[in-house]
């Protein structure tokens, strides 16, 4: 067994943002930005320009998942393996903090994501930050679509058929 | 034991220069990218990725290229690269229920809801070259299998790129279609209903042969225009349709104990299910293969049934404390393997099948396979089985399945042992002289020679 990875320190944690009834349509918008590639999340920032100014509160960093899965599917969790992920939070000025997770190694990304976030949250921009990102939703569909129906194309009904010999 | 030696710099380095002119080749030949590693050698990326238990494809292709396609050795690079990261915690456990299916099979119900996916597989392929693919003429071929030259579809549609958004890596490749009956995969369209033609019944797409349980059956391959055109419906695992009658033991339930985990605390023994199940999944697929075929072969005979395999993307999240809620960050790909094997009951209990389970990385069948076998075999005390085969044996497996540590310990035999031999040589000498001076002496009966135990 090699040396454990270091168990990451606590630093100084943004700011935690009131629990709100939306935060599953922003679960939603998040799981987006994890999907998103890194020019289309840019893209979306700069319909925002010229954006107030983004303090980092955690500039970008990456570390590890560790990814469970659950006996037979559904039971106990174990743990299965790591993955990298990449967070960052900001701050916009006058404005709130936004936070990303993604996995992958993706600094600009996540740091992409986090300022997303944080425009989302404003009541007055999170219709555009929605608009922003109907690209992604787009693309997304169309390669989930693709690769349904490449997967369709390759179901099989399997016939029984009787043994010679019986 | 070995001692520091000093020395060999120069040579150490030129050797590692040597190696990297090595790794590189030719250079008149364009040099390998990462993009090609992760695209078209996607399952050995996969392979690095489950045993170096470090899901990140671009890392695991920077492995694969800096070890010369040692697999191994690069896993051995992902090991070592993930000491250097943080931890930000354990993710949601991922719910294979709700998998992006890509592939999905049943050998033990032909038809069942969501229906059998074959999926990008190497199942019913012929086993021969592909001679297409040796002049990178492939792309712009008809891509049907060698074997089917005469089958003239001169319409068929390209493939869609396989890039970013696969997710996988795992795009079908054309060669994957049995028989290269089925056209290469496209968005459905109705003409493309057919079934197999009866003049080929040999070929193995056009017959393939079965094991049920009343012998074998035999199967037509067909694309099913209108099953098509239904969305994917919901793929509930089989495990779940033999509970809904009770005929099969239920998951262990979650009691909201985090499992243990192997990479915070040395192996420790007796290990239990979620702990074996972790050094499973980052062990190696040829020591599980091998295992998993001995209890096949009657080294602990657990007469399986591969009641399902599946691979898909699936979304991890993970619980972020300054959030309150679970981010999703993305999808990765797994397979999971449910098998059923026979019976437990008892007094109070009736009898049941009972289970196996494998769920690894990336598309990796033959592993998620192995290791549910070898989860099954390891179960033996708990239902009441007699231990008598190494796949029974935890401590057995679970010490020796981690190729990382094995290649360690083996490998390190070839450092220098120079003071260790020399203590040896001088024993051997020492042995050999007392030898002769009893035969020597004439002494009637060889005595024993003092048995030594050589150093580690």
Redesign the interface.
Known sequence: ?????????PKT??P??E?TAD?TE??AM??LY??A?RAELEAAVERFSPLPQVRKLRPP?????????????????????????T?A?VQLEGGATG???????APEKAEAAAILDALWQDPALKLAVNDALAPIRR??AA???????????????????T?GE? | MYVAVKGGEAAIRNAHALLAQRRRGDASVPEIGLDQITGQLSLAVDRVMAEGSLYDRELAALAIKQARGDLIEAIFLARAFRTTLPRFGASVPVDTGAMRVRRRISATFKDLPGGQVLGPTFDYTHRLLDERLATQAGDDADRTAAETTTSARPNVPPLPPAGEGWGGGTAPTPDASPAGEIPAPSLPSSDRTRLLPSSTPETEAGNIRLRSGRGFTGARVHTSGEAAEAPAGPMPRVTDLLGDEGLIEPAPADDGTPPRDLTREPLSFPADRPLRLQALARGDEGFLLALGYSTQRGYARTHPFVGEIRFGEVEVSLHAEELGFAVPLGEISVTECQSVNQFKGSATQPPQFTRGYGLVFGQLERKAMSMALVDRSLRFAELGEEKSAPAQDEEFVLSHCDNVQATGFVEHLKLPHYVDFQAELDLIRRMRAEHAAEAEAQAPDVAEAPHKEAAE
């Open positions: 067994m090699g040396p454990d990875a270091p168990v990451s320190e944690p943004p935690v943002p629990a935060s922003r679960q998040m799981a994890a999907r590639t960093e990456a570390g590890l998942v560790m990814v469970q899965g659950r006996t037979g599917g559904d039971g106990a969790p174990f743990n299965m393996g790591e993955a990298t992920v967070r939070a936070v990303s997770y993604m996995l992958g190694r693309r997304l390669e989930e679509a693709t690769a349904a129906a490449e997967a369709e194309a390759t179901k099989v009904n399997f016939f029984t058929m043994r019986d």
